[in-house]
């Protein structure tokens, strides 16, 4: 009999000791952090679609604006082929090139849509309107997906290296650190001269 309430509380204690040592908590982190990095990728496809509209729009632009609308088609072509897998979220590297062919998107979607406030005629028209919009919407979500994911990297860097799971992520799972999305826009650190003379 004693033998048995000995048994059972120390399976129990075996359990609980289990529990605590990362060997759920570890792959739970590691897979939000992925669902997440998922919600960024979303994210960045619907931007990439709706750049094949602008080319639309830009019909009736000038010769400068074509050349903008080609660099973004360019960055668009680029950064699809700039895969980031869920295996590859450790990768600092990837990550860097992920985010560079991201950042040529945003440059160019930005100097475009600036460059077509000189055409009334296009800034006028409801599918202009509607694709600002649209684009103002995708870039909302963009950031906060990518705040969202790492934030989950953050929480999987931390379980794996705080005790007790950094016991289990490391002699069970092997757990790397992952990656968090860092994107820096060259020149963003300078305040863009405007000027406000009339003509």
Known sequence: MFTAVRRIALVAAASFALS??????????????????ADVEAQFQRRA???????????????NERAILTEVTEARAKATSVN??????GDADK???????????????????????????????????ALQSQLEGTENRIAVAIRDYNEAV??????IRTFPDTIGANIIHGAEPLEPYTSVTEG?????ELDLTSN
């Open 188 to 192: 963003a650190e300078v305040a863009p």
């Open 20 to 37: 605590a040592c990362g060997i759920n908590s570890v792959p739970a982190a590691e897979e939000t952090a992925k669902a997440k990095w």
């Open 154 to 159: 953050r929480q999987y860097n931390t379980t």
């Open 84 to 89: 980031v897998t869920a295996d590859d979220l």
């Open 95 to 129: 990550m860097q090139e992920f985010a560079a062919a991201q950042g040529q998107i945003s440059q160019g979607i930005g100097r475009l849509l600036a460059s077509f406030e000189a055409y009334p005629q296009i800034t006028s028209t409801q599918n202009f309107i």
């Open 49 to 63: 679609n709706l750049i094949p509209n602008l080319a639309e729009v830009a019909q009736g632009a000038a010769e």
